[in-house]
Each structure stands twice: as C-alpha cells, then as structure tokens.
C-alpha cells in the first residue's frame, strides 16, 4: 500500500481550498488540479508499505500526543517543474506543526523507515503539471483548529487517484 500521514481539513476550510484551487484553473492554460476529498496537509509520505510495515506506522501514530493547535493558511506559491508546475496553498509558520512533524519523522527513523531528506515545507497541492502566465498571489488567510492526524492509502480507483484514512 501506498501511504502517508496527514492532516485533512474540515468542511469550511476545505471549501475555501477549492476556492483558491478553482481561481488558479481560471487562470490557467492547462493543469491536474486536486479533487475536493484530495485536499490535505501531508505530515511525513511513507511510500510502499507491506502489513508489517503499516502496523508499525499504527503503532508509532498511537504514541503521538498532542494539545489542539491552530494552523493559518496564508498564501499561494508554486514549485517550478519542467512541464508545468506544483501550485499550492502554504501555511504560516507553526511551531507545534513543526513539532508534530519533526517528532512524527523520528519515532517512524527509530522504527526503520528510511524518510525523505529534505527539509519539511508544509502546502497543500491545488494542482500539478499547471501551466500558466499568471503569478502567485496574496489571499486573505484563514485558519483550522488541528486535533487529529490520519494514516492515508493512496490508490488509483477506475483511473482516479483516491486518499483514503485508514487509522
């Protein structure tokens, strides 16, 4: 399976996500651009993992305790890409999130898991492969209360990628 840990939002910021992820269709010539129930926050992506390997995750994620904090979504940017770039939707800078992440990566390090090096830069994709003339822009922020995190199986279903919480 095909997993990752993430934050996954609620109703009305969700539908505020789609709102920018639909401005930045408007503005472009062409792109993938993420469905409503795609829309997350990935804390730390595992890859392949065997029911060992997933178990282990579970039971690293049953260790991890945290207060609710608030996350703010602030602004939009893009990671440039031959073929079109990654837009998406980043956040202020949070000191738990950070935490959280951090200390989420080191425990999965301790159990065997062999993580991405690079330095952790919390987004939220609203689209791939996007092509467009236009520059990122400034929006107005708006926040979520973050209180629980969720094992992700991705997968394609009849030709569409599909996120699914399965702890």
Same mark, same amino acid.
């Given at each position: 399976?095909?997993?990752?840990?993430?934050?996954?939002?609620? /109703?009305?910021?969700?539908?505020?996500?789609?709102?920018?992820?639909?401005?930045?269709?408007?503005?472009?010539?062409?792109?993938?651009?993420?469905?409503?129930?795609? #829309?997350? #926050? &990935?804390?730390?992506?595992?890859?392949?993992?065997?029911?060992?390997?997933?178990?282990?995750?579970?039971?690293?994620? +049953?260790?991890?305790?945290?207060?609710?904090?608030?996350?703010?979504?602030?602004?939009?940017?893009?990671?440039?890409?031959?073929?079109?770039?990654?837009?998406?939707?980043?956040?202020?800078? +949070?000191?738990?999130?950070?935490?959280?992440?951090?200390?989420?990566?080191?425990? #999965?390090?301790?159990?065997?898991?062999?993580?991405?090096?690079?330095?952790?830069?919390?987004?939220? /994709?609203?689209?791939?492969?996007?092509?467009?003339?236009? +520059?990122?822009? &400034?929006?107005?922020?708006?926040?979520? /209360?973050?209180?629980?995190?969720? #094992?992700?199986? +991705?997968?394609?279903?009849?030709?569409?990628?599909?996120? /699914?919480?399965?702890?």
């Amino acid at each position: 399976m095909r997993l990752f840990i993430a934050i996954n939002f609620n /109703t009305e910021t969700r539908m505020q996500l789609l709102a920018l992820r639909d401005e930045l269709r408007i503005r472009s010539r062409r792109g993938s651009f993420t469905v409503p129930e795609n #829309l997350h #926050l &990935t804390l730390v992506f595992l890859g392949e993992c065997d029911e060992a390997q997933t178990s282990s995750v579970k039971k690293v994620m +049953s260790t991890i305790n945290f207060e609710p904090f608030p996350i703010c979504i602030d602004c939009i940017g893009r990671f440039k890409r031959n073929g079109g770039d990654i837009w998406w939707a980043g956040l202020q800078e +949070s000191k738990q999130l950070l935490d959280l992440q951090r200390e989420l990566s080191d425990k #999965l390090i301790a159990a065997g898991f062999n993580l991405d090096k690079r330095e952790y830069t919390p987004h939220i /994709t609203l689209g791939r492969r996007v092509m467009t003339k236009t +520059s990122p822009w &400034t929006i107005r922020p708006f926040r979520e /209360t973050v209180s629980r995190i969720d #094992l992700m199986k +991705s997968e394609r279903i009849d030709g569409k990628l599909t996120y /699914t919480a399965i702890y």
